[in-house]
């Protein structure tokens, strides 16, 4: 098993984000997970990831336990994230972002020996292609669309050359071309690079074409689980999440 969640519940102050929620993704495995807001997804994927230490159970990657561990060490195992609100530096071109990305995944610094210079250049133009952003290199990040900022995100999330992505809400606030582009731009690089894939999605067309695996989480706690065949036939999230449109 690439990823395991066993009995998480983390709890802030009494409140209870999320509730024993037990998790698995196999290698080369499309997941997502789905619920309201406010079910506990993004606090799961900070468990997951690091940035928050639950309060009981345990994360295993690789069936190594991560729980707790920081962030940047779940990252270097093979774990990349992207967040809700894009996580770029603005100033700085499309191809300085991504090239800072891989000079921090490679620890080098920018006082190096010309080969290894032309290696991460090679490498950040790579990547470039990869998301569909050669023609926006020189462009400043902070100009671009919405669209193309999570195209760059990705990229940077690349660099770091993980096996399973974590995407938070990947298509949220994008139009529905957007939203087409960066599904299949997703798809595509999951399959050419042999990728994992852990998301969470508001969009019901996106969950139901791409996942192969769907969870349901509601208050906390995991409400059902299966494919998108079985969790679009099951009652309770019929009732309570997909509502008329189920």
Do not use: W
Request: include cysteine; proline fraction near 4%.
């Amino acid at each position: 098993m690439l990823l395991r969640v066993e009995n998480a519940t983390m709890s802030f102050d009494g409140f209870i984000a999320t509730n024993n929620v037990s998790l698995n993704v196999e290698k080369g495995q499309m997941a997502c997970i789905i619920g309201p807001n406010g079910a506990g997804k993004s606090t799961l994927f900070n468990l997951i990831t690091g940035h928050l230490t639950p309060t009981e159970g345990k994360v295993y990657f690789h069936d190594q336990d991560i729980t707790g561990k920081a962030p940047h060490t779940i990252c270097q195992l093979g774990m990349g994230r992207s967040f809700q609100r894009t996580n770029i530096f603005p100033r700085l071109t499309v191809f300085e972002n991504v090239q800072v990305a891989v000079l921090s995944h490679a620890r080098k610094t920018m006082n190096f020996f010309s080969p290894a210079r032309e290696m991460v250049r090679a490498e950040t133009h790579a990547l470039l292609e990869d998301v569909g952003l050669v023609d926006e290199a020189h462009a400043v990040s902070g100009m671009l669309s919405y669209g193309f900022q999570k195209q760059l995100e990705l990229g940077i999330t690349l660099a770091s050359e993980p096996e399973i992505l974590l995407l938070d809400e990947p298509t949220a606030g994008m139009s529905p071309q957007e939203t087409t582009n960066s599904i299949d731009l997703i798809e595509r690089i999951s399959k050419e690079r042999g990728l994992t894939l852990l998301f969470t999605e508001h969009d019901m067309d996106v969950v139901f074409s791409v996942a192969d695996k769907i969870t349901v989480l509601h208050q906390g706690a995991v409400l059902a689980e299966g494919t998108p065949d079985e969790v679009k036939n099951n009652p309770d999230v019929q009732r309570i999440y997909l509502g008329e449109a189920a």
